[in-house]
C-alpha cells in the first residue's frame, strides 16, 4: 500500500522554490519505495490534498514577519473543511525568511494547532542571505519525512 507525502509551497522571489525543489528531490528519492510525493502549489492545494495525505510539508518565505499571503489562503481555505479530519498526521516546515522567521514560524504553529497536526522536527528555517551550501538540509527534511512513512513510523 502507498502513503503519500504532500508538499505546499509558495514562492515569489524563487528562492522558496529553490528549497522546495530540495525538499521534492529528497522526498523522491530511488531509495525510498512506496511513497508518493504530490506537489502543490499553495494557491492550488486543496483540502481533499491534505485530508488524502498521511504526511505533509509546507514552505513559505517569510512576508513582513509572517507567513507568504498564499500560504495563508491555503490554510484559511483548508482549515474549517479538514477540522478534525487531519489530526495527528505529521508535518514540518521549511522557511526563507529576510529576518529572523520567527513571525512566520510561530503564525504556522498557531495554526497548525488548530488542526491538531504533529510536528515531527522543528521548522527549516533559513534566514538572511540565500545559502547555496543548505540545501542538502531541504533534501534530508524530504527524505525524512518520506523514509518515515515508508518506514511505518508516521
Known sequence: MSRQL???YHSQSGSTARMAEAVIEGARD???DGVDVVVRDA??????????????????????GYMSGAMKTF?????YPCEG?????????FIRAGNDGT??????HR?????????????????????????????ELGMTLAAGLEAGIY
Not at 85 to 93: C, F, H, Q, S, T
Open 111 to 139: 495554526i497548525l494547532a488548530g488542526l491538531a497536526v504533529r510536528e515531527i522536527q522543528e521548522p527549516l528555517l533559513m534566514a538572511g542571505d540565500f545559502d547555496e551550501s543548505r540545501l542538502p538540509e531541504c533534501r
Open 6 to 8: 504532500l508538499i505546499v
Open 103 to 108: 513571525g512566520a514560524i510561530t503564525s504556522l
Open 75 to 79: 490554510l484559511d481555505r483548508v482549515f
Open 43 to 64: 494557491l492550488e492545494a486543496t483540502a481533499e490534498d491534505l485530508q488524502s495525505a498521511d504526511a505533509f510539508i509546507l514552505g513559505t518565505p517569510e512576508n513582513f
Open 30 to 32: 530511488d531509495a525510498i
Open 85 to 93: 479530519k487531519v489530526e495527528g498526521k505529521p508535518y514540518a516546515l
